[in-house]
T-cell receptor, first 113, second 113 residues
Protein backbone atom coordinates (compact mmCIF):
# COMPACT_ATOMS: atom_id res chain seq x y z
CA UNK A 1 0.00 0.00 0.00
CA UNK A 2 1.30 3.41 -0.95
CA UNK A 3 2.04 5.66 2.01
CA UNK A 4 2.84 9.36 1.75
CA UNK A 5 4.32 11.01 4.80
CA UNK A 6 4.89 14.68 5.32
CA UNK A 7 6.86 16.39 8.00
CA UNK A 8 6.45 18.47 9.85
CA UNK A 9 2.66 18.32 10.17
CA UNK A 10 2.58 21.69 11.91
CA UNK A 11 4.97 24.56 11.45
CA UNK A 12 4.92 28.01 12.93
CA UNK A 13 7.56 30.34 11.61
CA UNK A 14 8.37 34.00 11.44
CA UNK A 15 8.23 36.15 8.37
CA UNK A 16 11.52 36.40 6.59
CA UNK A 17 12.74 32.96 7.61
CA UNK A 18 13.48 29.97 5.39
CA UNK A 19 12.14 26.50 5.91
CA UNK A 20 11.69 23.15 4.17
CA UNK A 21 8.76 20.73 4.17
CA UNK A 22 9.55 17.10 3.44
CA UNK A 23 7.46 14.50 1.65
CA UNK A 24 8.42 10.81 1.66
CA UNK A 25 6.54 8.12 -0.21
CA UNK A 26 6.78 4.38 0.03
CA UNK A 27 6.59 3.01 -3.52
CA UNK A 28 8.17 3.85 -6.83
CA UNK A 29 6.70 6.83 -8.63
CA UNK A 30 8.01 9.20 -11.24
CA UNK A 31 5.46 11.92 -10.48
CA UNK A 32 4.65 14.05 -7.50
CA UNK A 33 2.29 16.97 -6.98
CA UNK A 34 2.17 19.78 -4.45
CA UNK A 35 -1.09 21.51 -3.54
CA UNK A 36 -2.05 24.35 -1.26
CA UNK A 37 -5.28 24.59 0.72
CA UNK A 38 -6.54 27.65 2.56
CA UNK A 39 -8.99 27.16 5.44
CA UNK A 40 -12.44 26.26 4.16
CA UNK A 41 -11.28 26.36 0.57
CA UNK A 42 -10.45 23.82 -2.06
CA UNK A 43 -7.02 22.73 -3.26
CA UNK A 44 -4.85 24.82 -5.52
CA UNK A 45 -2.16 23.20 -7.62
CA UNK A 46 1.34 24.51 -6.94
CA UNK A 47 3.76 22.19 -8.71
CA UNK A 48 3.81 19.12 -10.91
CA UNK A 49 7.12 17.24 -10.71
CA UNK A 50 7.46 14.68 -13.46
CA UNK A 51 10.96 13.26 -13.28
CA UNK A 52 13.90 12.56 -11.04
CA UNK A 53 15.79 15.73 -10.30
CA UNK A 54 12.89 17.96 -11.30
CA UNK A 55 12.99 21.38 -9.67
CA UNK A 56 10.32 24.03 -10.01
CA UNK A 57 10.08 27.48 -8.51
CA UNK A 58 7.25 29.93 -8.15
CA UNK A 59 7.88 33.05 -6.16
CA UNK A 60 9.11 32.13 -2.70
CA UNK A 61 8.36 28.43 -3.13
CA UNK A 62 10.64 25.85 -4.70
CA UNK A 63 9.88 22.16 -5.05
CA UNK A 64 12.20 19.30 -5.94
CA UNK A 65 11.90 15.58 -6.52
CA UNK A 66 14.36 12.74 -5.88
CA UNK A 67 12.68 9.59 -7.12
CA UNK A 68 15.52 7.35 -5.99
CA UNK A 69 15.20 8.53 -2.42
CA UNK A 70 11.38 8.75 -2.81
CA UNK A 71 11.59 12.24 -1.41
CA UNK A 72 10.27 15.63 -2.39
CA UNK A 73 10.93 18.92 -0.68
CA UNK A 74 9.06 22.20 -0.67
CA UNK A 75 11.35 25.04 0.29
CA UNK A 76 10.05 28.38 1.48
CA UNK A 77 12.33 31.36 1.13
CA UNK A 78 11.85 34.56 3.15
CA UNK A 79 8.37 33.56 4.25
CA UNK A 80 5.52 36.06 4.16
CA UNK A 81 2.17 35.89 5.94
CA UNK A 82 0.29 35.18 2.69
CA UNK A 83 1.96 31.78 2.51
CA UNK A 84 0.11 30.62 5.62
CA UNK A 85 -1.90 27.59 4.48
CA UNK A 86 -1.88 23.80 4.51
CA UNK A 87 0.43 22.21 1.96
CA UNK A 88 -0.11 18.72 0.62
CA UNK A 89 2.08 16.48 -1.46
CA UNK A 90 0.48 13.72 -3.50
CA UNK A 91 1.67 10.70 -5.45
CA UNK A 92 -0.22 8.65 -8.04
CA UNK A 93 -2.47 6.12 -6.32
CA UNK A 94 -0.80 2.94 -7.45
CA UNK A 95 2.62 4.47 -8.08
CA UNK A 96 2.51 3.46 -11.72
CA UNK A 97 0.16 4.04 -14.56
CA UNK A 98 -2.78 4.91 -12.39
CA UNK A 99 -4.10 8.38 -12.10
CA UNK A 100 -5.76 8.94 -8.75
CA UNK A 101 -3.58 10.52 -6.09
CA UNK A 102 -2.60 9.48 -2.58
CA UNK A 103 -2.14 12.58 -0.44
CA UNK A 104 -0.05 13.15 2.63
CA UNK A 105 -1.73 14.44 5.76
CA UNK A 106 -0.60 17.95 4.99
CA UNK A 107 1.68 20.48 6.62
CA UNK A 108 -0.21 23.24 8.41
CA UNK A 109 1.96 26.31 8.05
CA UNK A 110 1.49 29.47 10.08
CA UNK A 111 3.69 32.44 9.31
CA UNK A 112 3.75 35.10 11.98
CA UNK A 113 4.86 38.70 11.61
CA UNK B 1 -14.86 28.44 -18.09
CA UNK B 2 -15.03 29.15 -14.38
CA UNK B 3 -13.50 25.93 -13.15
CA UNK B 4 -14.83 22.77 -11.56
CA UNK B 5 -18.30 23.29 -10.13
CA UNK B 6 -19.89 21.19 -7.40
CA UNK B 7 -23.44 21.20 -6.14
CA UNK B 8 -24.64 21.46 -3.45
CA UNK B 9 -21.95 23.15 -1.41
CA UNK B 10 -23.42 21.92 1.85
CA UNK B 11 -25.72 19.03 2.66
CA UNK B 12 -27.14 17.99 6.00
CA UNK B 13 -28.94 14.67 6.03
CA UNK B 14 -30.29 12.21 8.53
CA UNK B 15 -28.61 8.88 8.97
CA UNK B 16 -30.04 6.31 6.63
CA UNK B 17 -31.03 8.76 3.91
CA UNK B 18 -29.60 8.76 0.40
CA UNK B 19 -27.72 11.75 -0.97
CA UNK B 20 -26.45 12.66 -4.43
CA UNK B 21 -23.79 15.18 -5.34
CA UNK B 22 -23.04 16.66 -8.73
CA UNK B 23 -19.76 17.72 -10.30
CA UNK B 24 -19.31 19.69 -13.51
CA UNK B 25 -15.68 19.49 -14.63
CA UNK B 26 -13.81 22.03 -16.69
CA UNK B 27 -14.97 21.80 -20.28
CA UNK B 28 -12.98 19.35 -22.40
CA UNK B 29 -11.34 17.75 -19.38
CA UNK B 30 -11.90 14.07 -19.99
CA UNK B 31 -10.53 12.93 -16.62
CA UNK B 32 -12.68 13.33 -13.52
CA UNK B 33 -11.90 12.33 -9.95
CA UNK B 34 -13.77 12.10 -6.68
CA UNK B 35 -12.01 12.46 -3.33
CA UNK B 36 -13.15 12.60 0.27
CA UNK B 37 -11.50 14.80 2.89
CA UNK B 38 -12.08 14.72 6.62
CA UNK B 39 -10.94 17.39 9.03
CA UNK B 40 -7.21 17.56 9.44
CA UNK B 41 -6.52 14.94 6.78
CA UNK B 42 -5.48 14.95 3.18
CA UNK B 43 -7.99 14.07 0.47
CA UNK B 44 -8.57 10.35 -0.04
CA UNK B 45 -9.05 9.06 -3.55
CA UNK B 46 -12.44 7.48 -4.23
CA UNK B 47 -12.82 6.96 -7.95
CA UNK B 48 -11.73 8.13 -11.39
CA UNK B 49 -13.39 8.44 -14.78
CA UNK B 50 -11.90 8.83 -18.19
CA UNK B 51 -14.74 10.13 -20.31
CA UNK B 52 -17.71 7.98 -19.28
CA UNK B 53 -15.66 4.97 -18.20
CA UNK B 54 -15.02 4.44 -14.50
CA UNK B 55 -11.43 3.18 -14.55
CA UNK B 56 -10.42 3.12 -10.90
CA UNK B 57 -12.20 2.62 -7.63
CA UNK B 58 -10.65 2.79 -4.19
CA UNK B 59 -11.52 0.15 -1.64
CA UNK B 60 -12.88 3.11 0.34
CA UNK B 61 -15.75 3.12 -2.11
CA UNK B 62 -18.07 0.72 -0.35
CA UNK B 63 -21.19 -0.78 -1.90
CA UNK B 64 -23.18 2.16 -0.59
CA UNK B 65 -21.29 4.53 -2.86
CA UNK B 66 -21.86 4.76 -6.58
CA UNK B 67 -20.57 7.21 -9.13
CA UNK B 68 -21.57 7.84 -12.71
CA UNK B 69 -20.51 10.02 -15.58
CA UNK B 70 -23.15 9.15 -18.14
CA UNK B 71 -22.09 11.22 -21.12
CA UNK B 72 -18.53 11.96 -20.21
CA UNK B 73 -19.41 15.41 -18.96
CA UNK B 74 -20.84 15.94 -15.47
CA UNK B 75 -20.62 13.27 -12.78
CA UNK B 76 -22.74 12.27 -9.82
CA UNK B 77 -21.74 10.59 -6.58
CA UNK B 78 -24.51 8.89 -4.65
CA UNK B 79 -24.28 7.62 -1.10
CA UNK B 80 -27.02 5.28 0.00
CA UNK B 81 -28.06 4.69 3.60
CA UNK B 82 -25.74 7.37 4.91
CA UNK B 83 -23.83 6.80 8.13
CA UNK B 84 -22.27 9.31 10.47
CA UNK B 85 -18.85 8.21 9.28
CA UNK B 86 -19.73 9.51 5.83
CA UNK B 87 -19.58 13.08 7.13
CA UNK B 88 -16.77 14.72 5.17
CA UNK B 89 -15.95 17.11 2.37
CA UNK B 90 -16.42 15.47 -1.02
CA UNK B 91 -14.13 16.95 -3.62
CA UNK B 92 -14.31 16.62 -7.37
CA UNK B 93 -11.37 17.33 -9.65
CA UNK B 94 -10.71 17.22 -13.38
CA UNK B 95 -7.70 17.22 -15.64
CA UNK B 96 -7.22 17.31 -19.42
CA UNK B 97 -4.78 14.41 -19.67
CA UNK B 98 -2.30 12.33 -17.70
CA UNK B 99 0.66 13.88 -15.93
CA UNK B 100 -1.03 17.22 -15.48
CA UNK B 101 -2.37 18.68 -12.32
CA UNK B 102 -5.96 18.12 -11.38
CA UNK B 103 -8.13 21.17 -10.78
CA UNK B 104 -10.34 20.84 -7.75
CA UNK B 105 -13.84 22.13 -7.14
CA UNK B 106 -14.97 23.84 -3.94
CA UNK B 107 -16.36 20.60 -2.59
CA UNK B 108 -19.62 19.45 -1.04
CA UNK B 109 -19.59 19.33 2.73
CA UNK B 110 -21.78 16.49 3.97
CA UNK B 111 -22.99 16.29 7.54
CA UNK B 112 -24.87 13.17 8.61
CA UNK B 113 -26.87 13.64 11.81
Amino acid sequence: ELKVEQNPLFLSMQEGKNYTIYCNYSTTSDRLYWYRQDPGKSLESLFVLLSNGAVKQEGRLMASLDTKARLSTLHITAAVHDLSATYFCAVPYSGGGADGLTFGKGTHLIIQP
Amino acid sequence: DTGVSQDPRHKITKRGQNVTFRCDPISEHNRLYWYRQTLGQGPEFLTYFQNEAQLEKSRLLSDRFSAERPKGSFSTLEIQRTEQGDSAMYLCASSPYRNTEAFFGQGTRLTVV
